[in-house]
């Protein structure tokens, strides 16, 4: 049974940071890419991030480019995501996804929510002003 549990989220003010982690157990972490997504009370859910199976590459949402920054470190089979200057906008539950299909990585589409097959629970990032 694939499991992915976040951790990392809370309360923070508008210009802060916080580390979000997302461990994984049940499949062979390092051979697949994983995501962070968000969905804010009365939004749908966005893509936030993702990085290939390697950590070699990356994508990032625009509305986060520069602020935001995912990481994996596949011999703790977590992934993470630095989040700095965060904004009230930021305000939402954080999700962690993992890639369906072993060794794929579609770049820019890596957007695509069908792309991932499992998810986390979601932590909660509130970012007050």
């Known amino acids: 049974q694939v499991q992915l549990v976040e951790s990392g989220g809370g309360l923070v003010q508008a210009g802060g940071s916080l580390r979000l982690s997302c461990v994984v157990s049940?499949?062979?972490?390092?051979?697949?890419?994983m995501g962070w997504f968000r969905q804010a009370p009365g939004k749908e859910r966005e893509f936030v991030a993702a990085i290939n199976w390697s950590g070699g590459s990356t994508y990032h949402a625009d509305s986060v480019k520069g602020r935001f920054a995912v990481s994996r470190d596949n011999a703790k089979s977590t992934v993470y995501l630095q989040m700095s200057s965060l904004k009230p906008e930021d305000t939402a539950v954080y999700y962690c996804?993992?890639?369906?299909?072993?060794?794929?990585?579609?770049?820019?589409?890596?957007?695509?929510?069908?792309?991932?097959?499992?998810w986390g629970q979601g932590t909660q990032v509130t970012v007050s002003s």
């Open positions: 049940g499949r062979t972490f390092n051979n697949y890419a």
């Open positions: 996804a993992h890639a369906a299909v072993a060794g794929s990585w579609y770049g820019v589409d890596q957007y695509e929510a069908s792309l991932y097959d499992y």
